[in-house]
């Protein structure tokens, strides 16, 4: 795994079109003038439409959080591993179920892991 490191102005969207805040601890380290962000970090989601179909309608169920379950080991900051375009996140429900992967749909171009 490798790729492009991710920053706070990476964009990302959740598999149903809502948008991804992204806030990081690291406040040493930037690429393209935002901060590189960790496998540690905390991210909302925000205009999930997403709704689970029900006998009496639907439910809305929106992703509300990220979770990253795999950064780049390889390249650390504070001995946590960085997060890039080939990293992977979970998108959370308020209700803490997995709905799917996060797509990282820009990012910066000067950094990356390898």
Same mark, same amino acid.
């Given at each position: 795994?490798?790729?492009? !490191?991710?920053? +706070?102005?990476?964009?990302?969207?959740?598999?149903?079109?809502?948008?991804? /805040?992204?806030?990081?601890?690291? %406040?040493? $380290?930037?690429?393209?003038?935002?901060?590189?962000? !960790?496998?540690?970090?905390?991210?909302? =989601? %925000?205009?999930?439409?997403?709704? *689970? @179909?029900?006998?009496?309608?639907? *439910?809305?169920?929106?992703?509300? +959080?990220?979770?990253?379950?795999?950064? #780049?080991? %390889? $390249?650390?900051?504070?001995?946590? @591993? $960085? !997060?890039? #375009?080939?990293? =992977?996140? !979970?998108?959370? %429900?308020?209700?803490?179920?997995?709905?799917?992967? *996060?797509? =990282? =749909?820009?990012? /910066?171009?000067?950094?990356?892991?390898?």
């Amino acid at each position: 795994m490798a790729g492009r !490191l991710l920053t +706070t102005n990476s964009q990302m969207m959740c598999p149903h079109g809502g948008t991804v /805040q992204a806030s990081t601890s690291n %406040s040493s $380290v930037s690429a393209d003038s935002g901060h590189v962000l !960790l496998l540690s970090d905390t991210m909302s =989601v %925000s205009g999930c439409p997403f709704q *689970i @179909p029900s006998p009496s309608g639907t *439910i809305p169920s929106p992703c509300t +959080t990220v979770q990253w379950v795999v950064g #780049e080991f %390889s $390249v650390m900051i504070n001995n946590t @591993p $960085v !997060l890039s #375009e080939s990293s =992977v996140g !979970l998108c959370i %429900s308020d209700k803490g179920i997995p709905q799917g992967t *996060i797509s =990282v =749909v820009s990012t /910066q171009s000067a950094a990356s892991a390898s």
